[in-house]
């Protein structure tokens, strides 16, 4: 599992990659998913949880879980989120437009906190800010760390341009302009993390979408 640092102050990113399968509408797919950890040597918040429960915590490591944080409710970001939950007792947080997508997958729990647009998620010494970016899922969000210069989108953009528009509650201009408004208004060198592939910059994905 590849594990890269980031450094500015105490704060890190650290990274590793998990196999597992993404289902909608019907159809199941395979799917890797991006593991992202931001914190210190002392404590963290994990990016979504996908696939596997282990593998999330071997990029963890013995630092303490302060929350897990939920891009978008989508199957294979949440499946395992619960699971965590009862293995570090950090509280999940999601955005709760996407509730019609947590319950395709988690009927007898919940999430713990609302996520908000603008909302400021402290870590490590750096801070998170929630973009409240809809149109790949209604509650979808991106957490822009500028101290980091780095902003994690989920599923809202890729390298290459937006995320999938074509299931159940997703919709193709409201995504472009989520992007256009909250992320192109980000610096053009802010390090894209996505939720699955390789990472992009700001900059580099405004020439894909115009």
Request: glycine content about 10%; charged content about 20%; aromatic content about 4%.
């Amino acid at each position: 599992m590849a594990v890269s640092h980031h450094a500015a102050g105490g704060a890190r990113v650290d990274h590793g990659v998990v196999a597992g399968t993404f289902s909608l509408d019907g159809e199941t797919h395979d799917v890797d998913n991006n593991i992202w950890v931001v914190g210190d040597d002392s404590e963290v918040i994990v990016i979504d949880a996908p696939h596997d429960v282990d593998a999330i915590l071997g990029v963890v490591g013995d630092r303490r879980v302060k929350a897990i944080v939920c891009t978008h409710a989508h199957d294979d970001h949440v499946r395992v989120a619960p699971e965590l939950r009862k293995r570090t007792s950090a509280p999940i947080l999601l955005h709760p437009d996407d509730r019609p997508l947590w319950e395709l997958t988690h009927v007898d729990e919940l999430w713990d906190v609302d996520l908000s647009d603008g909302q400021e998620i402290a870590v490590g010494g750096t801070t998170l800010t929630v973009l409240h970016t809809p149109g790949h899922a209604p509650g979808a969000v991106c957490l822009h760390a500028p101290e980091l210069g780095v902003v994690f989108t989920g599923d809202t953009l890729f390298n290459g341009g937006p995320g999938a528009t074509g299931r159940s509650f997703s919709d193709r201009p409201t995504i472009e302009a989520s992007i256009k408004a909250r992320l192109f208004a980000l610096p053009g060198d802010t390090v894209v993390h996505t939720g699955h592939g390789d990472d992009t910059t700001i900059a580099a994905e405004m020439t894909n979408l115009t």
